[in-house]
């Protein structure tokens, strides 16, 4: 078996036999030379790969995700080993994987009011999932939340975080006060 190329690896009609073998590679944070820093990245580019994985079907695709993943030219992405490929792609799987597990746990809310919110029309909402932090980040600094949208992912979940925090502990606060 040869360390193909990704273009020689798209070319072949039966992948089988090196499929099979490099499903098994360990995750790797290295590709053409680069590597993901997933909270160095802006937030918007992150919920950005977030929406895209699921939906790639192709290898226009998964080369997009690659260049903002990992900061790689469509050149070397179609360069790169296919060894560095199968690792770099369990890796960044296995981030955003972790990212969304992550951001599940830590910015649910679990309200006795949350049937309320709902009939209230939460529901709706949903289509601004991934900007609603930013604006509500943007109305606390006085910011454009666009602009929130390029800071770092890490900076911008952390502030998420704090805020949520916060807000349960001023709510619990009040909720005791008025006893």
Request: hydrophobic fraction near 40%; include cysteine; charge should be positive.
């Amino acid at each position: 078996m040869k360390n193909l190329t990704l273009r020689q690896y798209t070319a072949l009609r039966d992948t089988l036999t090196y499929d099979s073998i490099l499903e098994y590679l360990n995750p790797k944070n290295t590709f053409a030379n680069k590597q993901m820093d997933i909270s160095a990245m802006p937030y918007a580019n992150v919920k950005y790969c977030i929406r895209l994985l699921p939906k790639v079907t192709g290898w226009a695709g998964i080369q997009k995700l690659f260049e903002i993943c990992f900061g790689v030219s469509k050149r070397d992405f179609w360069r790169a080993p296919i060894t560095e490929y199968f690792a770099a792609r369990k890796f960044m799987i296995a981030e955003f994987t972790r990212i969304i597990e992550t951001e599940a746990r830590l910015l649910q809310t679990l309200s006795t009011d949350s049937h309320l919110w709902h009939m209230a029309g939460a529901d709706k909402l949903k289509p601004y999932s991934d900007t609603l932090p930013l604006l509500q980040l943007g109305k606390m600094f006085g910011q454009y939340p666009f602009d929130l949208g390029r800071k770092p992912y890490g900076e911008i979940f952390s502030l998420l975080a704090q805020t949520k925090t916060q807000n349960e502990v001023e709510a619990e606060y009040s909720k005791l006060s008025r006893q």
